[in-house]
């Protein structure tokens, strides 16, 4: 009786933030603040995908950046290509490729022509790098903060090679100038409404997906794994197998996410792939409450949310960063559960009494 | 053929030979206790056998496999289950959970995503069983050392293992739970081989069947409790430890 007050309870809060999500472009028509919240809202994405694996499975994967990178590079190249006919060169080059003088398109950037390949391998790439990835620190093995080591390396590599392949990836500057993504006849200009959508559709899509694997017996296996590895294998389960299958799910939704951040900035550039951003993911989640997914989009939306107002508020210019890292320390410290225990603490108690009520007789009866 | 056969198995650790030439024979549906002093290998010895210690020498037959070679997941779906000297609980997870774990018929990762059922009849049978059924909710962290004893069992039993490897269970029981104990792992023989790990030897009296002695990393002795007890070698084994019934 309990439990099912308490699950009715937390299926309104995610109701709640669905709804308030869409009523955005409702209340406000400002495209400016429009781009920005869907930004937020592709942070929130981000959140809820390390949820799964960090949260969820205990993998701090600080190379999340890696997939979110990827997944726009895979969008930026479609959208690039399809900018061709203004910012090219001769024969149907992107420019910074003609600048580098690259005779042809790169057989890796033909497929991109299309945006159904694009589209499929930006979920393809980061998802196939994850398997990879998973399959050997798993197999091996590997875990706890060295899981985080290792991924936080395989960022920097990446990000390298991008930043140092300026022939084939734009370099520093990245993909700029790129095209608006179109879609079964609809325009996703960057500040419509149509690209807030797209963005709170994934959000709430990957929600969607979260609560269905957590609610599932793989996603309990996987808070097993975060409890006690060891002892879960005692019990026939393949470890490395769930932690793989995490972390490629995770890699997934940043995927999408990625591809949609490209979408809405209209550029991609290896400060997608930063270790700052891969930083920022862990903050937004360890803040609003990385074991629970809801609490982990809210973190991402009220953490990018005040530090956007604070950073384009003259007064804090020189202080805001001062002011998030006072924040971020205080809800770690005094909230080691993040901002939703608070959530949690109070449903519990409103649904105490009323489930205590109802629920002893059930339980003398099942007993005696 | 026997249900395990562990022949001639050393297990090493920097060099110390904890196990040195372990031979043992479980049939199927038996119960067997493994006694021993201190550092006498028996933990070891139940270590091998579900995979995590590796035998340098020698080779553990599980029911026609090899086993000293497969991972340990693959060991436990051969069906070997094991409860650990330290009780060790999922203590993030209610005590539902812990059992809906333990309950491992199907253990892939697709097989395993449709929704979960909530209401598992057999398993909240094994909660009453072992009277946590009104901590069926609370995370297994807050339970008292006797009650995750108590789930560990229940755990054992929803996996339903055909070997259940218990390293002493009643660590920590109160006498009547300690009957109780020696009562299920009776009621559990015939259709699960157990081995068995204790020091009570009044426990042992209890279930008593056929008993194996282990000292310095081998079999020293084996028999039923009277023979056991009046046995000179394991006399011996037991001499600076108080005996036997002490142990
Ligand atoms: N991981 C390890 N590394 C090094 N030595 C170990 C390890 N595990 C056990 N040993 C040693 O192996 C010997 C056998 O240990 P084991 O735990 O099997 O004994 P036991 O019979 O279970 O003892 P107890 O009755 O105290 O539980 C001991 O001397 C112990 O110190
Ligand atoms: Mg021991």
Known sequence: MRQLLLSRAWIAGYALLAIAILAVPVAIDDPYLLNKFARYLIFATLAVALSLSWGYTGILNLGQAVSFGLGSYCMAMALKLKTMPIQTGTGGLPDFMVWNNVPSLPWFWQPFHSIGVAIAAGIAVPVGLALILGWFIFRARVAGVYVSIITLALLVIINLLIIDQQRFTGGFNGLTDLSDLQVMGIDFDPYSAATYYLAAGALILSLIVGLAIINSKTGLIMQAIRDDETRVRYFGYDVAAYQIFALSVSAGISGVAGMLYAVVMAFASPTFLSVQLSLSIVIWCAVGGRASLIGAAIGALLVTGIQGSLSETPIFLNTWLLIMGALFVAVVLLLPKGLISLVQSAITLFSRPVADRTATPVNKTMVG | MALLE??????????????????????????????????????????????????????????????????????????????????????????????????????????????????????????????????????????????????????????????????????????????????????????????????????????????????????????????????????????????????
Not at chain 2, 82 to 92: A, D, N
Not at chain 2, 172 to 184: C, I, S
Not at chain 2, 187 to 209: N, Y
């Open chain 2, 6 to 247: 562990v022949k001639g198995v050393q297990v090493k650790f920097n060099g110390f030979l904890a196990l040195r030439g372990l031979d043992l024979k479980i049939e199927a549906g038996e119960l067997r206790c493994l006694i021993g002093p201190n550092g006498a290998g028996k933990t070891t010895a139940l270590d091998v056998i579900c995979g995590k210690a590796r035998p340098s020498v020698g080779e553990i037959v599980f029911d026609g496999h090899k086993t000293s070679r497969l991972d340990e997941h693959r060991i436990a779906r051969l069906g070997v289950g094991r409860k650990f000297q330290v009780p060790s609980v999922f203590r993030e997870l209610t005590v539902r959970e812990n059992l809906d774990v333990a309950q491992s018929k199907t253990a892939g990762v697709f097989r395993n995503l449709g929704p979960r059922k909530r209401h598992d009849p057999a398993l909240q049978r094994l909660a009453e069983f072992v009277g946590l059924a009104d901590e069926r909710d609370e995370p297994a962290g807050n339970l008292s050392h006797g009650q995750t004893q108590w789930l560990e069992i229940a755990m054992l039993m929803a996996q339903d293992s055909r070997l259940i490897l218990l390293d002493e269970p009643t660590a920590g029981m109160t006498a009547a739970e300690t009957r109780k104990t020696a009562e299920l792992c009776r009621r559990l023989k015939g259709q699960h081989s157990l081995i068995v790990v204790e020091h009570d030897m009044g426990f042992i009296r209890e279930i008593g069947d056929v008993i194996s002695v282990m000292h310095q990393g081998r079999l020293l002795a084996q028999g039923t409790v009277a023979e056991i007890e009046v046995d000179p070698l394991v006399k011996e084994a037991y001499l600076g430890s108080g005996g036997i019934s002490h142990a």
